[in-house]
């Protein structure tokens, strides 16, 4: 449930980059800042909700149809953090949690080369936003 809720926020923290990031591209002032802030909230709700769904794996807390499906307590700590990726929606997790990872460094290599932060870090916010959808 609170995993669901970090990812509708990530999303729209998401769009709202996109938006602020567009903002910047077009010569809106004080937009690049907002923009930042915006990915930075983004990439902290994908990984809080990552954080968790692995805690829920490793405490066994089958209450969780993706946990019960795909963990069982007779696994060892290795194959237990691996169930992490074993269906489709963890799968999907684990791409949009090393995508948010790659964006934290590509945004960091992107902010110190000028205009080419804001066309970047945009199409990278969009892809980032329809993995999340």
Same mark, same amino acid.
């Given at each position: ?6 990812? @509708? ?19 809106? !002032? ?6 930042? @802030? ?50 489709? !929606? ?44």
């Amino acid at each position: 449930m609170i995993g669901n809720i970090l990812l @509708t926020l990530a999303l729209l923290a998401g769009v709202f980059t996109v938006v602020m990031y567009y903002l910047t591209y077009k010569g809106y !002032e004080n937009t690049l800042k907002l923009a930042r @802030t915006g990915f930075h909230a983004t990439a902290v709700l994908i990984i809080a909700s990552s954080a968790l769904l692995l805690h829920a794996i490793i405490t066994h807390q089958y209450q969780y149809k993706y946990v019960y499906n795909y963990s069982g307590s007779d696994l060892s700590l290795g194959l237990l953090m691996s169930t992490f990726y074993a269906g489709q !929606e963890g799968s999907f997790m684990l791409w949009i949690f090393f995508t948010a990872i790659i964006g934290l460094m590509l945004l960091d290599y992107t902010s110190k080369r000028g205009d080419l932060e804001q066309r970047v870090m945009m199409v990278f916010t969009l892809a980032l936003a329809c993995l999340l959808v």
